[in-house]
């Protein structure tokens, strides 16, 4: 199982950093990969990582604002999001994969965590 946190309510133009971590196993050969998805709107891919980094996949939308990476040594995947804007307002999920690949398809992915909400406001 996969556990997301960090997230919270943050202003316009500010930062959050989310986690993911695994209990009950260790994803160092998984590919692991945030979704997203806002009130009334589909999920939609955010970054990925392959199991061996820094290699990363990320969407248009946050291409140069957000930075995917990950902690061999503690086990943790990490969503670093900067200049935030009101429209990243949604639920966080990361997922996971047995795969070298990366891959922004969420039905590739077999694990996920229980989402943390991220609120951009002023």
């Known amino acids: 199982q996969l556990q997301a946190s960090g997230g919270g309510l943050e202003q316009p133009g500010g930062s959050l950093r989310l986690s993911c971590t695994a209990s009950?196993?260790?994803?160092?050969?998984?590919?692991i990969a945030w979704f997203r998805q806002a009130p009334g709107k589909e999920r939609e891919p955010v970054a990925a990582?392959?199991?061996?980094?820094?290699?990363?996949l990320y969407a248009d939308s946050v291409k140069g604002r957000f930075t995917i990476s990950r902690d061999i040594r503690s086990g943790s995947v990490y969503l670093q999001m900067n200049s935030l804007k009101s429209e990243d307002t949604a639920v966080y999920y990361c997922?996971?994969?047995?795969?070298?690949?990366?891959?922004?398809?969420?039905?590739?992915?077999?694990?996920w965590g229980q989402g943390t909400l991220v609120t951009v406001s002023s």
């Open positions: 009950g196993f260790s994803f160092d050969d998984y590919s």
């Open positions: 990582i392959g199991w061996g980094g820094p290699t990363a």
């Open positions: 997922a996971g994969r047995r795969s070298a690949a990366i891959s922004m398809n969420a039905a590739t992915y077999n694990y």
